[in-house]
């Protein structure tokens, strides 16, 4: 029997890099050591003091009921209490702030929420794919806003087209920014905040990497805080990255309590909230955010470090920026995105992301993710070396 899929899966985009994979696979299983740098996820483990109060919750009795998909109480007034203290943005836990599945979760279901059939999304290029996915599945239409590196990455909002902007129903932006790393300051958020009122668009900003900084005078901010943002928007929060925390599947979003309120009523329809013994090991995370998040930045910033030295010796050029855990770097003369990741991947056995992945204008770039230990980022950082 044949199981004609929804149109909402036959509609997605091609795989563009299944040929990758599949000599990954082939070399895996040839016994040879191939070295990922192409995935975001943290590898240094979460943190024992979350492990144990996840633990203790979860022996309690309290926690083994449902969930409420708004979110356990002392959760969001620990995100409350974070997002006073890391950003001087005051939130009531109760209506401007939901407990999500991780970010992703919210991202895509912000979608269902709003977008109708025909509604158009903003979306930057390149980037987080959810954005236009979530937009699609709901019967929406990207409209993209093209990041390119004169402009630090940022979306040109004067070159949007006049109609698309006066039709546009959201706006997903995303700094201190993946793939690209670029970060922004309130200023750009000022101007975000300013044009999305203009035009009634709901802005997402993505903020999943602002606890991942190496210049405390470029600490990322929030879009919350930037002038009217809370009429106009809400920001997604992970504890994904900042606390790597990434299989548990825990973030939340915050803002304006229309949307919070919107988000929620259509969560109540799909899932059942988070299981209270992850948030209460949440609460744990983000009342130490400030030690905790220290730790990861002194050992991402030793391994960027290493990265960028070796770069600057070999004369890569690669974006420089003081934040995420991403290199953003230019693929050389000779290549496009693809046939260099194909080329460090049969040469070097190192996999990297071809910045073609995140959209159209990624092409020329790849993306290397420093969430390896050391020793094996450094071996593959001699294995590129070797065959340049
Ligand atoms: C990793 C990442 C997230 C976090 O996703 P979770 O679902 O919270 O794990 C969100 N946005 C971007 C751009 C990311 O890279």
């Known amino acids: 029997m044949i199981f004609e899929e929804a149109h909402r ?10 040929e990758i994979d599949r000599i990954i696979k082939e070399k895996k299983s040839k016994g040879t050591d191939v070295i990922s740098l192409g995935i975001g996820d943290p590898d240094i483990p979460t943190a024992n003091e979350i492990i144990d109060e996840l633990c203790m919750y979860a022996k309690d009795s309290i926690t083994h009921r449902y969930p409420s998909s708004y ?3 002392m959760f969001k007034e620990a995100a409350a209490n974070y997002y006073k203290d890391r950003f001087n943005v005051e939130l009531d836990p109760e209506t401007e702030i939901i407990t999500l599945w991780g970010s992703k979760e919210g991202i895509s279901n912000i979608a269902y929420a709003f977008i109708d059939p025909g509604d158009i999304a903003l979306v930057p290029d ?4 959810v954005y236009n996915i979530g937009t699609m599945f709901a019967g929406g239409k990207s409209y993209i806003m093209p990041c390119i590196e004169e402009n630090g990455f940022l979306p040109d909002l004067d070159n949007i087209d006049k109609n698309i902007a006066q039709k546009a129903k959201i706006m997903h932006i995303n ?4 793939p690209t790393s670029a970060t922004c300051g309130l200023d750009f958020f000022n101007k975000v905040s300013d044009f999305a009122l203009q035009n009634s668009i709901l802005v997402c900003h993505d903020n999943a990497y602002c606890d991942v900084y190496f210049d405390e005078n470029e600490k990322p901010s929030s879009f919350l805080a930037a002038r009217g943002a809370r009429d106009v928007g809400i920001e997604f929060n992970s504890l994904s990255k900042t606390f790597n925390m990434t299989g548990w599947r825990i973030g939340f ?3 304006n309590r229309q949307v919070i309120a919107s988000l929620g009523k259509y969560k109540t329809n799909v899932d059942s909230g988070v299981f209270d013994a992850v948030q209460f ?11 905790l998040s220290g730790i990861n930045i002194e050992i991402y910033r030793k391994r960027k470090q290493m990265v960028t030295a070796l770069f600057d010796k070999l004369g890569f050029k690669y974006y420089k920026s003081n934040s995420t855990i991403y290199i953003w770097a230019n693929v050389p003369e000779g290549y496009t995105s693809k046939s260099f990741a194909e080329h460090l991947l049969d040469k070097a056995n190192v996999v990297v992301t071809p910045g073609s992945a995140f959209g159209t204008y990624g092409e020329g770039y790849y993306r290397i993710s420093i969430t390896l230990p050391d020793a094996r980022l450094e071996e593959a950082l001699e294995r590129i070396q070797k065959i340049l």
């Open 281 to 291: 090991a949440g609460v744990e995370a983000l009342n130490n955010y400030k030690r």
């Open 126 to 129: 390149p980037g987080y794919l």
């Open 9 to 18: 899966l036959k509609a997605l985009p091609p795989y563009l890099f299944a």
């Open 175 to 178: 700094y201190p920014n993946n």
């Open 71 to 73: 979110g356990l109480t």
């Open 253 to 255: 979003a915050a803002g």
